[in-house]
T-cell receptor, first 109, second 121 residues
Framework: QKEVEQNSGPLSVPEGAIASLNCTYS??????FFWYRQYSGKSPELIMF????GDKEDGRFTAQLNKASQYVSLLIRDSQPSDSATYLC?????????FGAGTRLFVKA | GAVVSQHPSWVICKSGTSVKIECRSL??????MFWYRQFPKQSLMLMAT?????????EQGVEKDKFLINHASLTLSTLTVTSAHPEDSSFYIC?????????????????FGPGTRLTVT
C-alpha cells in the first residue's frame, strides 16, 4: 500500500516565523512531489512541486526533497495569518497521485 | 497554472433525484481526471479516476452504479450522483492531470476545480 504520511497538527506558529511542514512517502518509485494548500471550504491549490533532491525556492516557500530518506518538507518563511490553511503533501506514484491527510497550520497574528 | 472549472458550485436537491456535476480543463488537455469527495474537517477521498474515452476506475467502496462518470473528451468529465440520499451530501472536487514533464510542469501535476457543494434534503 503506497502511502504519504503527514502530521495532522495543528501546527501553530507566530506571525513572521518559519513554518516547517513535513511529509514522508513509502513508494521509492515516486518521481514528483507536490504541496497543495487548502483553505477551509475551498478546493486544494497547487503551491509547489519538486522532483530533484535538494531545495527548491519560490518566494516565501521552499520545498525540500530527500529521496534517500523518502522525506519531503515545505518551509514557509515570514509566515502570515493568510497562510493559515491545511497543507497537503502528495507524491506521484505511477498512474495515481497519493495524497497525505494534510497538516493544519495556524499562524497567530 | 492550469485552470479547471466545475459546475455547479453548489446544488440542493431532493432525496431520490440525480445530480450531474461537470468538470472542465479550460486551457490544457487532461489525460486523466479525478473525482474526490470531502466531508467536513476530513481529508480528500479519491472516488474514481477517469481517462478520456475509457471506463472510470472506482476506488474500493465507491458504488459505480451510483456515481456515474463520463469522460467524453480531453477537457470534460462529468459525475452524476444517481438517486441521491442525504448521506451523499458532501463537497465534490474534480481535478485534471496532464502527463507532461520538463520545464515548468512536473509529471503528474494535478489541478483542482473549485468544488461542488451538494446538499441532499
Amino acid at each position: 500500500q503506497k502511502e504519504v504520511e503527514q502530521n495532522s497538527g495543528p501546527l501553530s506558529v507566530p506571525e513572521g516565523a518559519i513554518a516547517s511542514l513535513n511529509c514522508t512517502y513509502s513508494d521509492r518509485g515516486s518521481q514528483s512531489f507536490f504541496w497543495y494548500r487548502q483553505y477551509s471550504g475551498k478546493s486544494p491549490e497547487l503551491i509547489m512541486f519538486i522532483y530533484s533532491n535538494g531545495d527548491k525556492e519560490d518566494g516565501r516557500f521552499t520545498a525540500q526533497l530527500n529521496k534517500a530518506s523518502q522525506y519531503v518538507s515545505l518551509l514557509i518563511r515570514d509566515s502570515q495569518p493568510s497562510d493559515s490553511a491545511t497543507y497537503l503533501c502528495a507524491s506521484e506514484g505511477g498512474f495515481k497521485t497519493i495524497f497525505g491527510a494534510g497538516t493544519r497550520l495556524f499562524v497567530k497574528a | 497554472g492550469a485552470v479547471v472549472s466545475q459546475h455547479p458550485s453548489w446544488v440542493i436537491c431532493k432525496s431520490g433525484t440525480s445530480v450531474k456535476i461537470e468538470c472542465r480543463s479550460l486551457d490544457f488537455q487532461a489525460t486523466t481526471m479525478f473525482w474526490y469527495r470531502q466531508f467536513p474537517k476530513q481529508s480528500l477521498m479519491l472516488m474514481a479516476t477517469s481517462n478520456e474515452g475509457s471506463k472510470a476506475t472506482y476506488e474500493q467502496g465507491v458504488e459505480k452504479d451510483k456515481f456515474l462518470i463520463n469522460h467524453a473528451s480531453l477537457t470534460l468529465s462529468t459525475l452524476t450522483v444517481t438517486s441521491a440520499h442525504p448521506e451523499d451530501s458532501s463537497f465534490y472536487i474534480c481535478s485534471a492531470r496532464t502527463w507532461t514533464s520538463g520545464g515548468l510542469r512536473a509529471r503528474g501535476e494535478q489541478y483542482f476545480g473549485p468544488g461542488t457543494r451538494l446538499t441532499v434534503t
